[in-house]
């Protein structure tokens, strides 16, 4: 199994570019989560999926975060237009169920966004 | 969700036992101990969970207080690869999602 996979690994871009972050969940799981962690702040929770159906958007930051998931082995975070304060490390998780089963979830190895 | 309480930072000589404590006073009777862990630079990474009795795997052992107002994540024989943060969360197994407090940062010293 390869995991999460998330990509690009890293991205610099331009204040106000367009920036698309892909996730790739583990076969079979049907929940997808979006994490964003920061010195500040941590790891917090932006959005998750169940059932490629999102379940709770309520830790996006505001309306320039988007999130997809057209199927179950793709799920996109769209930031546009993208801003300094937005640099973070993204990651994307993925558990078997809404519960998480008794392996909580697997994360990817995190996409690390810098906005210049 | 119940909130936890950890040490921000611990230190663990190398092949020595690494005692993690965490602290859940409000717990409820539904809700599990869950212990990930993030080593510099990668995903965290789940490590162990437990309701009541004490369980072990092949990465640690959760040992949980009678009252379950606390635990102790054990890692046997820390080596110097188990250098992370450690983040220790209360949730319901059917619950939401996991919530990440700032963890304890363990240290394993040569």
């Known amino acids: 199994d390869a995991g999460v996979i998330q990509s690009p690994r890293h991205e610099v871009t331009e204040m106000g570019q367009e920036v698309t972050l892909r996730c790739k969940p583990i076969?079979?799981?049907?929940?997808l989560f979006w994490y964003r962690q920061t010195m500040m702040r941590g790891l917090e929770l932006l959005i998750y999926?169940?059932?490629?159906?999102?379940?709770?958007d309520s830790g996006m930051p505001e309306d320039r975060f988007s999130a997809k998931m057209p199927n179950a082995s793709f799920s996109t975070l769209k930031i546009q237009p993208s801003e300094p304060r937005d640099s973070a490390v993204y990651f994307c998780?993925?558990?078997?169920?809404?519960?998480?089963?008794?392996?909580?979830?697997?994360f990817g190895s995190g996409t690390r966004l810098t906005v210049v | 969700d119940a909130k936890t309480t950890q040490p921000p930072s611990m230190d663990c000589a190398e092949g020595r036992a690494a005692n993690l404590p965490c602290n859940h006073s409000?717990?409820?009777?539904?809700?599990?101990v869950y212990w990930y862990r993030q080593i510099h630079s990668q995903g965290p990474q789940y490590i162990i969970h437990?309701?009541?009795n004490n369980e072990t795997n092949e990465m640690a052992s959760l040992i949980i207080t009678e009252d379950r107002k606390s635990s102790t994540l054990i890692l046997p024989h820390a080596t110097l690869r188990d250098t992370a943060v450690y983040y220790c969360?209360?949730?319901?197994?059917?619950?939401?999602?996991?919530?990440f407090g700032p963890g304890t940062r363990l240290s394993v010293l040569p």
């Open positions: 409000t717990i409820s009777g539904n809700e599990y």
């Open positions: 076969s079979g799981h049907n929940s």
């Open positions: 969360i209360v949730r319901w197994n059917y619950g939401q999602n996991f919530v």
């Open positions: 437990g309701l009541k």
């Open positions: 999926f169940n059932n490629n159906v999102p379940i709770d």
């Open positions: 998780a993925s558990s078997l169920a809404l519960a998480g089963g008794g392996y909580g979830y697997t």
